[in-house]
Each structure stands twice: as C-alpha cells, then as structure tokens.
Nanobody, 127 residues
Framework: QVQLVESGGGLVQAGGSLRLSCMAS????????MDWFRQAPGKERQSVAR????????YYADSVKGRFTISRDNAKNTVYLQMDSLKPEDTAVYYC????????????????????WGQGTQVTVSS
C-alpha cells in the first residue's frame, strides 16, 4: 500500500502561481511513476502531468504544457506540481496518483490505470 497526501492548493488570481506537493508513505516511492490529475465540477478526471521513477521523463497535457512543471524528490518521498500563469479554467480538485512503471509507449495514462490516489486538494483561480 502507498498513502498519498496532497497539499498546497488554494485561491489565486489569474496569472499567479501555486506549488502542489504530494507526500507518499508506505511502499518504496521510487518504484512508482507519479501522476497529477484534476477534476472540475461535472467533468471527468483528466491527466495533467506524469513523471517516471527517476524524474528523467516528464509528460504534460497540452492544456498545461509550458505553464506546469512536475518534479520529484525521491529522498523526500514527494512529488511536486509547480503551476504558473494560472487560468480560471485550471480551477479543479487536483489529485496525485501512483502508477506502476510501464513500458513504451510512454506518456500520460488514464485514471483507470492508477494504483493509488491521494485525497485531492482544491485549486481555485479567480479572474
């Protein structure tokens, strides 16, 4: 089992920044690829970013590419999502998730494949 706890959400004005953190406990953190998802009211949960176990490979949804940065610190069992140039459409509950490392093709994966989830943290961007 892996327990995931997100933090860092909040209310920010458009154009501002937030940094989300997700701390893991339980099984070896570096065994897993880590993902960030988000879910807005009335919408499906969508993948935002993914990072492989070492941090060498990262992937982003087109909607956040160039504005969000995913990173991880395996010594601290933590994955981060730096969110810059935030827009009102980024408003959602953000979840981190742990996934098994997968062979090619690399890239974002659907929510149905994630093994463990955090409880989510609300991000609200005002216009």
């Amino acid at each position: 089992q892996v327990q995931l706890v997100e933090s860092g959400g909040g209310l920010v004005q458009a154009g501002g920044s937030l940094r989300l953190s997700c701390m893991a406990s339980g099984r070896t953190f570096s065994n897993y690829a880590m993902d960030w998802f988000r879910q807005a009211p009335g919408k499906e949960r969508q993948s935002v970013a993914r990072i492989n176990w070492s941090g060498a490979r990262t992937y982003y949804a087109d909607s956040v590419k160039g504005r969000f940065t995913i990173s991880r610190d395996n010594a601290k069992n933590t994955v981060y999502l730096q969110m810059d140039s935030l827009k009102p459409e980024d408003t959602a509950v953000y979840y981190c998730a742990a996934d098994t490392e997968r062979p090619e093709p690399y890239g974002l994966k659907p929510a149905s494949l994630m093994r463990y989830w955090g409880q989510g943290t609300q991000v609200t961007v005002s216009s």
